[in-house]
């Protein structure tokens, strides 16, 4: 018997793909309809926990404003009050030579009863203030020669101030200098030029940077520095004379 092949015309392909649409469609409603009530299940065994998780998360927030707002924040307030009585003698000091080691003592350890920059930086470490304690702190033990401590007490400081950062750092290798580690010195005055780049403290301690790396015998970095100096800060009060400082430098290098 002779056997045929039915023609398939467009409109039974059409009918056979929605077919195989509406199929397809299908599975993907049932996967997404057992995907659903997997997850309503385990929502449900697992509600216990997250509502103690969401509760947690709650308790987190709600303590962190507590905390900054009945602890940090009055704790900063008093804080800059009591900075402001050793911060008197301190600026007296820094303007009165003749009493000088007195005037930066009393800052130190705190005058009539008061804190002074090394309570505030001890009792106050964590707010603004006690961390402004260490720098003055730092500078009042280096001005009265107390190195090691000026070294620790300017090392906790932390500031990205334009200039307190870079004077800071500048000021341990001042330290560094007068107990004789000119390398450390060095490293110090480097990282104090580089921390910002401004038209004082930049040019300031390149130069000291450079004077240092002349008494290390350091000429090419020496001639670095003095003539970077020349180049990006010429209107800066080391400028003056800077082809001196260059000159000499290149002298020296080829000695």
């Known amino acids: 018997m002779a056997t045929y092949k039915k023609k398939v015309t467009n409109k039974d392909s059409e009918n056979q793909s929605s077919e195989n649409i509406k199929s397809t469609t299908a599975q993907v409603f049932k996967t997404l309809?057992?995907?659903?009530?997997?997850s309503e299940e385990w929502i449900i065994r697992q509600q216990k926990k997250i509502f103690i998780g969401l509760a947690a998360i709650v308790v987190i927030i709600l303590g962190y404003m507590a905390y900054q707002k009945y602890i940090a924040e009055p704790k900063e307030i008093e804080a800059a009050d009591e900075l402001?009585?050793?911060?008197?003698?301190?600026?007296?000091?820094?303007?009165?030579?003749?009493?000088?080691?007195?005037?930066?003592?009393?800052?130190?350890?705190g005058p009539?009863?008061?804190?002074?920059?090394?309570?505030?930086?001890?009792?106050?470490?964590?707010?603004?203030?006690g961390n402004l304690a260490n720098y003055y702190a730092g500078i009042a033990y280096l001005r009265l020669k107390d190195y090691k401590n000026a070294i620790s007490y300017l090392s906790d400081f932390k500031s990205k101030?334009?200039?307190?950062?870079?004077?800071?750092?500048?000021?341990?290798?001042?330290?560094?200098?007068?107990?004789?580690?000119?390398?450390?010195?060095?490293?110090?005055?480097?990282?104090?030029?580089?921390?910002?780049?401004?038209?004082?403290?930049?040019?300031?301690?390149?130069?000291k940077a450079a004077n240092t790396a002349f008494d290390l015998a350091?000429?090419?970095?020496?001639?670095k520095y003095f003539t970077k100096i020349k180049d990006e800060y010429p209107n800066s009060s080391e400028a003056v004379n800077i082809d001196l400082y260059i000159n000499k430098a290149k002298y020296a290098s080829t000695k």
Request: proline content about 4%; overall charge negative.
């Open 33 to 38: 309809d057992s995907t659903a009530s997997k």
């Open 84 to 109: 402001a009585f050793p911060k008197k003698y301190f600026e007296m000091a820094v303007s009165n030579a003749i009493a000088a080691d007195s005037l930066f003592t009393l800052s130190l350890e």
């Open 112 to 129: 009539d009863g008061k804190y002074g920059f090394v309570d505030i930086a001890d009792k106050y470490s964590g707010t603004k203030a």
């Open 161 to 207: 101030d334009e200039l307190l950062a870079p004077i800071a750092k500048g000021a341990i290798g001042d330290a560094f200098t007068d107990i004789n580690q000119p390398k450390d010195a060095l490293e110090y005055y480097e990282k104090a030029a580089n921390m910002r780049e401004n038209a004082f403290t930049t040019p300031f301690y390149l130069f």
């Open 218 to 223: 350091d000429f090419v970095k020496a001639e």
